[in-house]
């Protein structure tokens, strides 16, 4: 290719490029209070999420013990309905 042609494609691009690649101490700020923002949001998620956690636990702890206590009822209606069948059966022979 000619010299002259190149120079005349790769001229312009760099300049264009050139001019895209300067930032402004405005647009520094504008990206640094997004960063801050965006840390800022982060770390109330993050509080967040830890205190679900800890909400979960509780909960879990909560229905830990609600199944304990239904199975404790469950063995005691179970010894109950023994016992009845014992003393109905008793009553049968008698």
């Known amino acids: ?5 190149i120079a005349a494609i790769l001229l312009p691009a760099a300049l264009t490029l050139g001019g895209c690649a300067t930032v402004s101490k405005e647009d520094l700020a504008e ?3 997004i960063a801050e923002k965006a840390a800022a949001d982060a770390s109330e998620a993050k509080t967040m999420a830890a205190d679900a956690g800890k909400e979960a636990a509780a909960a879990k702890t909560e229905a830990g013990e609600a199944r304990a ?14 016992k ?7 009553s049968m022979y008698k």
């Open 69 to 82: 206590a239904a199975d404790a009822a469950n063995r005691k209606a179970e010894e109950t309905e023994t």
């Open 31 to 33: 990206v640094r209070a």
């Open 84 to 90: 009845i069948d014992r003393m109905f059966k008793k």
């Open 1 to 5: 290719m000619n010299k002259k042609l």
